[in-house]
């Protein structure tokens, strides 16, 4: 359960609730939401009755003015972590400074709304974000299992259709990072994920996943088209990693095309990218950490260095950039250059000669194309300050 209350009072029910105490409490999570209509002793704890993260709703109508039995209640709640109270009533007159004082030592949140809106409403409410969290947290362990290598694929099917009996026998992942637009439109979002037949979304708290299925590969195209444009009514700042489309007991191998396809996205700064299995980044992008790409960055950078001043290096890389970036065409790089198209030649022939490779075409492009590559997916470019002497 990762349900907190301040993500349960940021809905439009909770709008003109007043915290009366406890506020800096707000992170304990909800596991349950229930009704006291009576005073009870530390003996409620022993007998399971309530347990860590009850939230309660009452009017406190069994309570008297300065009634030492409301003491001993909060007392109690606290004492069995529970995750706050929410109190209806005309005036919160029985929260009085001694319960304040309580619960703010103890950040155990008394949330006060007026008496107009009913239990039922508020419970409701909170049940359902309990259920959703609930069914989320069930299909990730699922999932996870799905994507564990042992599974065979009548259990991978099996897994699929205990968390959507509709699914479909193409499917195909959509792994995605964003903001919410507000509190409720991810509410909607949920409740519209619970409804759609033969889709699975899952909320990994780091990124997002969706499960999108059809039963052949033109109606799963149709339905990403359509999923890219609810995703974009619902979120902010948003980037796709997306699988290709598989028969469903493929579908950990889906899962793993978008998450790569995610990170790669992420890494080159786009917002959305399929995976391409005949992408040279994709396949470098493994490696970007180790020894080995280290080594031939260092290689790379050091003779370019060698040849040249820190501008002249740094107008070869820029060259470069734009010359991978535009396929090797030299016209369209010396548009975006804003050079003349010889100038742009010069300079690449400058490079193959700094490399040696002037009568190694095939092998000048492979360096060329993955250095460029590599330093995109670090982030960064190369130092040229300090050159050789």
């Not at 009870?40 to 704890?45: E, H, Q």
């Not at 992942?173 to 903001?179: E, K, Y």
């Not at 490399?355 to 492979?366: A, Q, S, V």
């Amino acid at each position: 359960m990762n349900v907190s209350l301040h993500y349960i009072l940021e809905n439009p029910l909770f709008e003109h609730a007043q915290l009366l105490a406890g506020a800096d409490g707000c992170f304990r999570t909800v596991e349950r939401v229930s009704v006291f209509d009576s005073p009870f002793g530390m003996d409620v704890i022993e007998q399971g009755i309530i347990a860590p993260g009850d939230f309660f709703v009452t009017g406190l109508l069994q309570f008297s003015a300065d009634s030492d039995a409301l003491f001993e209640v909060f007392r109690v709640l606290i004492a069995g972590q529970c995750s706050g109270v929410c109190l209806i009533a005309q005036q919160p007159v029985l929260i009085n400074d001694r319960i304040r004082a309580l619960c703010d030592q103890n950040h155990f949140p008394i949330v006060y709304l007026s008496d107009d809106i009913a239990y039922a409403q508020i419970m409701d409410t909170i049940n359902r974000y309990i259920a959703i969290e609930n069914l989320n947290l069930i299909n990730q362990l699922r999932l996870d299992k799905i994507c564990n290598d042992q599974t065979t694929a009548s259990e991978r099917i099996h897994l699929l259709e205990s968390m959507n009996r509709q699914i479909g026998s193409q499917i195909m992942a959509v792994c995605f990072l964003g903001r919410l637009q507000s509190q409720l439109a991810g509410f909607e979002w949920n409740t519209l994920w619970l409804s759609r037949a033969g889709d699975i979304y899952i909320d990994e708290h780091q990124s997002r996943i969706i499960l999108l299925s059809a039963d052949d590969a033109h109606a799963l195209r149709v339905h990403l088209d359509v999923t890219r444009n609810t995703i974009a009514q619902y979120f902010e700042q948003t980037t796709l990693g997306i699988s290709r489309s598989y028969p469903r007991h493929w579908v950990a191998k889906a899962v793993q095309e978008a998450r790569i396809a995610l990170d790669m996205a992420c890494a080159e700064g786009v917002s959305e990218q399929s995976y391409d299995p005949l992408s040279i980044t994709q396949l470098l992008f493994p490696l970007r950490n180790s020894r080995e790409a280290q080594d031939f960055c260092a290689a790379f950078t050091h003779a370019l260095r060698a040849g040249t001043s820190p501008e002249g290096c740094r107008e070869l890389w820029n060259t470069l950039q734009v010359f991978v970036h535009c396929t090797g065409d030299f016209k369209k790089s010396a548009q975006v250059l804003r050079q003349h198209e010889n100038t742009v030649r010069y300079r690449i022939n400058r490079v193959k000669t700094l490399l040696n490779m002037e009568h190694d075409p095939i092998r000048f492009h492979e360096a060329v194309g993955a250095a460029v590559h590599l330093h995109q997916i670090l982030g960064r470019d190369p130092e040229f300050e300090d050159s050789l002497k």
